[in-house]
C-alpha cells in the first residue's frame, strides 16, 4: 500500500501543477494585462527582434528593465512577428504569461519537494504546496498583471534554498540570474552577505572561506555581465550595467509607488522624498533609517541564530524581503512577491504554521494591492487619490504591517530558539451522513413568525404613497395640446410625467410667447418636479406635449397651496392625487426609472424600454403595479416583499447548515438589520430578486448536499428539483444567479465524490440519477423557466420568437461587454468587502434649510465587517488543514459570487455585493457554531443582533429617506468616502 501511495502522489502532484499553469494562462488569455507594463513588453520585445541587442538600449529610448529577461521579450517578438499575432490578440497575452506561469508552478513544485523532506507523508505538504500553486497574489501578478515576478523570484527561492544546504557556488550563480532578470534582487544582497559571512564563521578554514566568497561575487557578476555583453559590448559594458541597475532602482523618488505597506499607512503613497513625513523628518529619512533598523534586525538574527544552531538563509530573507518592502521608501506594489513565496517555502522548510499564517496574510494584502491599482490603471483615480482608494491604501497597508510583525515573531521564535509551531496533522476526513436536523417547535416558529411581521412592518412603512396619478396625456408618438386657465395666482408649476422615448412639455400664454420648456426623456418618468413659472389669476396657458405622456399637472401659490384651475383635460383631472410635498414617496429615484418603469410598459403591452436584464424582476415588479397601481408602494411592493421573505430565508438556511436553532434567529435578526437588505428591497430595481433566488438555491443545494449523505441521490429529487427551479429562477432575475450557477456545480459534483467515499452499494445507479438529475434539473428546467420570464414581450408581440430571445441575449452581453460608462459613486470589489463606498440614491432638494434627506445603499456593518473576519477564518481553516464541509461550502458559495466580478472592467456597485454579503451572514453562523463553548456563542450572537440594532436606528434616515437634522446627517459620513448627504 505505501508503495502505491508514493506511486500515485506524483500523479496528483502533476495534475495539481497542470491546473495552476492552466488556470494562469486562462487568465492571460481573457484579460489584458496592466496596460503599462504590457506595452513595454511588447514594444521592447518587438525591437530586439527588429533590431536586435547592440541597438536596444538606444538615445533616449525608455527601457528600465536590465537585460536577462529581454531574452525572453525578444523571442515572444520574434513569434509575434512570425505569426503577424496583433498587440491586441491574446495570443500575445499568453506568450508573454508563459515562463513566469512555468515558473510559478515551479516553485510549487519546489515548495512540494522541501515539505516532503520535512513533513513526509502529511497533508501538510499538500495544503502548502496547493496554496502556493494557486496563491491569490501570484494568479494575479501572472495571470492578469502579466508581470515577470514569477520568473525572477524562482532563482532566488532555488538560491536560498540551496544556502540551507551551503552550495555556495550554485547560489552565487542563481543570485546573478536574479539579478540578471531584475535589479530588486540587490534588495536580497545584505542577506547573501550575512549568509556568506556565517560561513566564515562556522567555517575551521577561513582563508577557504575568504575566497569562497570573492568566488562568489564573480559568480555572482557572470550572469548580469554575460547577459548585457550582446546589448552594451565589452568596452561599455560595466559602467552601462551599473548605470542601468542604479538608474533603474533611484528613477522613482517617492516614499511609495502603490504599495501598500507601512509607509502608505502612514499616508506616503506618490508622496516625493523630500516632502514632510512626521516630526521634520522627510519621507526620505525615514525610509533609510527603517531600512537600516531592518538590516540591523537581519544582523541581530543572523548572529544569535548561527550561534544557536539554528542558522536559516530562507528564514532571514523572508524577513528581510518582506522587511524592506513594509518598512521601506520608493516600493513599487509587487516588490513583495519575492518574499512572499520565500516565506511560504521556509514554512515548508521549518513546518512552521506561523510563517504560513504570515505568507498566507500576506498573500491577500498583496492580491488586493495589485488588483487596487490595476483597476484603476488609466482611469482619473489612478493615483489612488480619492477618498475610497486612499482608505483601501491605508487599511491594506496596516494589514499588510500586521502581517509582517506576525511573520516577525515567527522569525524570532526560531531564529534564538529553534522552536517552531508545527501545521496540524489531520487524518484524512471520512464522509459520514450528517447529524440529523432538529425538530421544529412551535416556540420556535412563532419567534420566526414574530421576526418576519416586525420586519415586514419595517420595510412596509414609509415605502411610498399609495396613491398618484393614473391618467396620462398620452402623446406617444404625436403632439397633443391642452387648454388650461389659472383661478389663482401662481409662482410655482409641478409635473409629473410618464413614460418618454424623448419628448417635451411646451407652455405658452394667449400671445403665443413661450413660458416654460421641460425636455421629456427617460430620467424624468414618473417623478414629480418642481419649477418657477409666475402666472396671474385668471390668465390661460396651452400645454403642448410631444412624444410623451403626462400624467398631471399643478400650479402652486407661494405658501405652496394648490391653485384651481379651469379645463386641462387630462393634465388637470387627479389634482386630488397631487402630493404636498414631492419625495421618494412619490417619485422614482435612482434605476427605479428604467426597471420600474419597464414594469409598467410590460403590464401596458407597450414597447420595453429597459433590455439590459432578464425579465423576470421587471415581471414581479409589474405585479406590484397590477395590484397597487403605478405609485410608489406599488412599484416597490414586491421587492420590500421579497426582502421580508429573505430573513425567514436566512434562518432556515442558517439553522439547517449549523443544526442549531438559536443560530438561525441570530441570522434572521442580523438580516432583518441589514442595511443592504432593507435599502435594497425597497427600491424597485431587480437585485433583490437576484439575491432571494441565490439564496434560496443555495438552501435548496445545502439540503440536497445532506440528504445525500444521508439518503443517497434516489432518495434526495425533491431538494434537487426545487434547487434547479431556484437557479432557474435566479438566472431569469439577473444574470448574476449565473454565477450562483458554479458554486452550486461545485458542491453538486462534491456531494456526489463524498457519496462515493461512504462505499454505499449502488452508487453507480446514483451517479446516473445525479447525472440525468443534473441536466434535467440545472439545464433544462432552468433554461425553461428563463425563456418563460419573457412571456410579457409574446403577449405584447405575438411574433416574438425564439429568434428574437435570443437576439436579447445577444444584446444583453454585447451591452454589459462595451459598456465603459463611469458614475461617481461606483465602486471596485476589493472596495465592497468593508463597504467603503455606498451607493448615493436619492437627495431631497425640496426640504427647509438646516434639514437633509438621502438614500444610500449602505453595508451592514455586522453582517459585511464580521462576516468578511469570519470568512477569512474559515479559510486559514480551510488552507490550514482544519477546515470542514461546510466551511469549504460557504467558501464556495461566497467565492463564485464574488470572484467573477473581479474580472469584470466594466461601471460597478456596492450592491454587486449583495449576493455575496447572504455568504457572510453564513460564515457568522457557522463560526458561532464552531465556538465550544454555547453559552459564550450566544452571547456573541446577542451583541451581535443588539449592535444591529444600535446601529440600524441610527442609520435608518440614511436608508430611508426620512429627513433628518443637519449635524445628524453630517455625523452618519463617518468615512471621507461616504459622501451621501
Not at 564563521?201 to 572561506?209: G, H, L, S, Y
Request: overall charge neutral.
Amino acid at each position: 500500500m505505501k508503495i502505491q501511495r508514493k506511486q500515485s502522489e506524483p500523479r496528483a502532484l502533476w495534475l495539481l501543477l497542470g491546473a495552476a499553469l492552466l488556470l494562469r494562462l486562462v487568465l492571460a488569455l481573457v484579460t489584458e494585462g496592466y496596460p503599462y507594463d504590457m506595452s513595454c513588453f511588447v514594444a521592447w520585445g518587438d525591437k530586439l527582434a527588429a533590431e536586435g541587442p547592440a541597438a536596444f538600449y538606444s538615445e533616449g529610448y525608455f527601457a528600465d528593465y536590465p537585460p536577462g529577461y529581454l531574452f525572453v521579450l525578444g523571442l515572444v517578438g520574434l513569434l509575434r512577428a512570425a505569426f503577424s499575432i496583433a498587440y491586441e490578440s491574446p495570443l500575445t497575452y499568453l506568450l508573454l504569461a508563459l515562463v513566469p506561469s512555468l515558473c510559478d508552478c515551479a516553485a510549487a513544485w519546489l515548495v512540494w519537494r522541501v515539505a516532503q523532506h520535512t513533513i513526509p507523508g502529511s497533508r501538510g505538504a499538500w495544503v502548502l504546496t496547493a496554496f502556493t500553486a494557486f496563491n491569490p497574489l501570484m494568479l494575479f501578478d501572472t495571470g492578469i498583471w502579466k508581470q515577470i515576478d514569477g520568473a525572477f523570484t524562482l532563482p532566488l527561492l532555488f538560491c536560498f534554498l540551496l544556502l540551507e544546504r551551503r552550495r555556495y557556488l550554485p547560489v552565487a550563480l542563481l543570485y546573478g540570474v536574479a539579478l540578471a532578470i531584475k535589479p530588486q534582487a540587490l534588495l536580497f544582497g545584505p542577506v547573501l552577505a550575512a549568509c556568506f559571512l556565517a560561513a566564515i564563521a562556522q567555517e575551521e578554514n577561513r582563508f577557504r572561506a575568504f575566497g569562497r566568497c570573492f568566488g562568489g561575487a564573480a559568480v555572482a557578476l557572470a550572469p548580469p555581465l554575460l547577459a548585457g555583453m550582446p546589448f552594451y559590448g565589452l568596452k561599455d559594458l560595466v559602467p552601462s550595467l551599473i548605470e542601468k541597475y542604479f538608474g533603474t532602482v533611484s528613477g522613482y523618488p517617492y516614499a511609495s509607488i502603490n504599495a501598500f505597506n507601512w509607509l502608505t499607512a502612514l499616508g506616503g503613497n506618490w508622496k516625493s522624498l523630500e516632502d514632510t513625513a512626521m516630526f521634520g523628518i522627510s519621507w526620505h529619512t525615514l525610509g533609510w533609517f527603517m531600512i537600516l533598523l531592518v538590516t540591523g534586525g537581519l544582523a541581530f538574527f543572523a548572529v544569535r541564530s548561527v550561534r544557536g544552531g539554528h542558522f536559516s538563509p530562507l528564514l532571514l530573507a523572508a524577513y528581510y524581503g518582506l522587511g524592506v518592502f513594509t518598512f521601506g521608501h520608493c516600493m513599487h506594489e509587487r516588490y513583495m512577491v519575492p518574499g512572499v513565496l520565500l516565506t511560504l517555502l521556509a514554512a515548508a522548510r521549518w513546518n512552521d504554521i506561523r510563517l504560513y499564517a504570515a505568507g498566507f496574510g500576506l498573500s491577500l494584502t498583496g492580491f488586493i494591492n495589485l488588483a487596487t491599482v490595476y483597476s484603476l490603471a488609466g482611469t482619473e483615480d489612478e493615483w489612488l487619490t480619492s477618498a475610497t482608494s486612499s482608505t483601501v491604501a491605508v487599511l491594506v497597508g496596516l494589514a499588510e504591517t500586521v502581517c509582517f510583525v506576525m511573520l516577525l515573531f515567527a522569525v524570532w521564535d526560531i531564529a534564538l530558539h529553534g522552536h517552531a509551531l508545527p501545521l496540524p496533522a489531520r487524518a484524512r476526513e471520512e464522509s459520514p451522513a450528517p447529524a440529523p436536523q432538529p425538530a421544529w417547535q412551535r416556540r420556535e416558529l412563532l419567534a420566526m413568525l414574530g421576526v418576519t411581521v416586525a420586519t415586514a412592518v419595517l420595510s412596509f412603512a414609509y415605502l411610498g404613497d399609495t396613491t398618484a396619478p393614473q391618467n396620462p396625456l398620452d402623446a406617444t408618438g404625436t403632439v397633443l395640446q391642452e387648454t388650461v386657465t389659472v383661478e389663482g395666482d401662481a409662482i410655482d408649476l409641478w409635473v409629473y410625467p410618464g413614460i418618454s422615448f424623448g419628448g417635451s412639455l411646451q407652455i405658452t400664454d394667449e400671445q403665443g410667447n413661450t413660458l416654460y420648456t421641460q425636455e421629456l426623456g427617460y430620467s424624468t418618468c414618473f417623478s414629480w418636479s418642481e419649477s418657477r413659472l409666475p402666472v396671474s389669476s385668471g390668465q390661460t396657458l396651452t400645454v403642448t406635449v410631444q412624444n410623451a405622456q403626462v400624467f398631471e399637472m399643478a400650479f402652486r401659490d407661494g405658501d405652496g397651496n394648490l391653485q384651481p384651475v379651469t379645463g386641462g383635460g387630462a393634465l388637470f383631472d387627479e389634482q386630488g392625487m397631487v402630493p404636498d410635498a414631492i419625495s421618494q414617496l412619490n417619485s422614482m429615484y435612482f434605476d427605479e426609472i428604467y426597471h420600474g418603469r419597464t414594469a409598467y410598459e410590460q403590464l401596458h403591452k407597450m414597447p420595453v424600454y429597459e433590455t439590459t436584464h432578464p425579465p423576470l424582476g421587471k415581471d414581479l415588479i409589474m405585479v406590484g403595479v397590477a395590484l397597487f397601481g403605478m405609485t410608489g408602494f406599488g412599484w416597490r411592493f414586491s421587492g420590500t416583499l421579497f426582502g421580508v421573505l429573505l430573513v425567514p430565508l436566512a434562518w432556515c438556511f442558517a439553522r439547517r447548515l449549523t443544526r442549531k436553532r438559536w443560530i438561525g434567529a441570530v441570522a434572521g435578526v442580523l438580516l432583518a438589520l441589514d442595511f443592504m437588505r432593507f435599502a435594497q428591497s425597497r427600491i424597485a430595481t431587480i437585485d433583490i430578486y437576484g439575491t432571494f433566488f441565490i439564496l434560496l438555491g443555495a438552501y435548496f443545494m445545502l439540503w440536497y448536499c445532506q440528504s445525500v449523505l444521508e439518503k443517497g441521490v434516489n432518495g434526495s429529487l425533491l431538494p434537487m428539483a426545487l434547487g434547479g427551479v431556484a437557479f432557474g429562477l435566479g438566472c431569469a432575475a439577473k444574470w448574476t444567479g449565473i454565477y450562483a450557477g458554479a458554486g452550486l456545480a461545485i458542491l453538486y459534483l462534491g456531494v456526489l465524490y463524498a457519496r462515493w467515499r461512504q462505499k454505499q452499494p449502488g452508487f453507480w445507479q446514483e451517479f446516473r440519477t445525479a447525472a440525468w438529475g443534473g441536466v434535467l434539473f440545472y439545464v433544462l428546467l432552468p433554461l425553461c423557466i428563463y425563456i418563460a420570464s419573457y412571456l410579457p414581450y409574446w403577449w405584447r408581440d405575438s411574433s416574438f420568437s425564439l429568434a428574437d430571445w435570443w437576439q436579447c441575449q445577444v444584446s444583453m452581453y454585447s451591452y454589459h461587454s462595451n459598456l465603459e460608462a463611469t458614475h461617481p459613486f461606483e465602486s471596485r470589489w476589493y472596495t465592497w468587502l468593508l463597504g467603503l463606498r455606498p451607493v448615493w440614491y436619492y437627495q431631497n432638494t425640496h426640504l427647509a434649510e438646516g434639514m437633509k434627506a438621502s438614500i444610500a445603499g449602505l453595508g451592514g456593518p455586522v453582517i459585511w465587517l464580521a462576516g468578511l473576519g469570519c470568512l477569512l477564518a474559515l479559510l486559514w481553516h480551510q488552507v490550514s488543514n482544519r477546515g470542514s464541509r461546510a466551511g469549504a461550502g460557504v467558501l464556495i458559495l461566497y467565492g463564485t459570487q464574488l470572484i467573477p466580478w473581479m474580472l469584470v472592467p466594466r461601471c460597478t456597485f456596492l450592491y454587486h455585493y449583495f449576493p455575496s454579503s447572504m455568504f457572510c451572514l453564513a460564515a457568522i453562523a457557522l463560526v458561532l457554531s464552531h465556538i465550544r463553548n454555547t453559552r459564550k456563542a450566544q452571547r456573541i450572537g446577542k451583541g451581535l443582533c443588539i449592535l444591529s440594532l444600535v446601529l440600524f436606528v441610527c442609520y435608518y434616515p440614511a436608508l430611508s429617506g426620512l429627513p433628518i437634522l443637519d449635524w445628524w446627517a453630517q455625523a452618519l459620513e463617518i468615512l471621507p468616502s461616504f459622501g451621501f448627504y
